[in-house]
């Protein structure tokens, strides 16, 4: 194989990962983790990846915070008591009600398949509620990412960084054998992780990542979401 050049690969130490295609398809969202913490060397190498996405004008935006041990322990119970209590703090508003059409399908889609996995019914609002708070047990993966963000204009751009540097994060993770799950879940209280994490006001939390050795038993890693085909997404114009 012929690569273009990069300065970069000089000082690349490229580990026995999946090659592109297969963690591009295998990875999903992951719902379940063992409680058998990712050693510091793959974290690091894991962002060391994410930190290579690219960004509107080179600006790097993410600002990320990795909490575990003790510390996720408790930012948990807190997000359970707040999330009981129905206290939301959110940087950013988000309605499910705004989806339309085929993406309200999608979305039902979702729905069904996640809680079927769990053993709940539709009509089961206390069952349903309880599914949902799993967000904040972080899905008993040991540790968490919370991806904050400056804010520039509208915000659209930055999201959208955003967004690259969580798939490649992600990616990462599936390359190297290990799950996450992007949680928008844990944006909802974004004004007490900040204040629990001591961060800045300025920084704004658009979504967390739990992440973590997959619990192939666990009930919510029974969810395979299927894509639709690729002409239904894509219109090519000659
Ligand atoms: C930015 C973002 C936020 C998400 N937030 C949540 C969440 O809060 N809780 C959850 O269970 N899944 C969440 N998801 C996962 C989606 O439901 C999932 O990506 C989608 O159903 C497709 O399934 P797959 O990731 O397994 O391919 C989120 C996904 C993205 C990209």
């Not at 592109?20 to 990846?49: M, Y």
């Not at 944006?187 to 739990?210: D, H, Q, V, W, Y």
Request: proline fraction near 5%; charge should be neutral.
């Amino acid at each position: 194989m012929t690569m273009h050049s990069n300065k970069r690969e000089s000082e690349a130490t490229f580990d026995e990962t999946l090659s592109f295609q297969e963690a591009t398809r295998i990875r999903r969202s992951i719902r379940g983790f063992l409680d058998k913490p990712v050693p510091d060397s793959v974290i690091r190498e894991v962002l060391k990846d994410a930190q290579y996405a690219p960004s509107n004008c080179n600006t790097q935006p993410w600002n990320t915070h990795i909490v575990r041990g003790e510390k996720l322990k408790q930012l948990s119970q807190l997000l359970h008591g707040k999330n009981d209590a129905g206290e939301f703090s959110p940087d950013f508003s988000f309605d499910q009600n705004d989806f339309y059409g085929e993406y309200r399908k999608r979305n039902d889609a979702l729905g069904k398949a996640y809680y079927e996995a769990m053993n709940v019914m539709r009509e089961d609002k206390e069952g349903r509620r309880r599914v949902g708070a799993m967000n904040y047990s972080f899905f008993n993966a040991p540790q968490a990412a919370f991806l904050f963000m400056p804010s520039f204009g509208d915000n659209v751009r930055v999201a959208g960084d955003m967004g690259m540097y969580g798939q490649t994060f992600l990616l990462s993770l599936a390359a190297r054998g290990l799950g996450g799950i992007p949680q928008t879940a844990l944006g909802f209280f974004a004004g007490t992780i900040r204040e629990f994490l001591g961060i800045p006001e300025e920084l704004k939390l658009l979504f967390g990542i739990s992440f973590g050795y997959v619990d192939e038993a666990a009930p919510g890693n029974r969810i395979y979401m299927d894509r639709v085909p690729v002409d239904t997404s894509v219109t090519f114009h000659v």
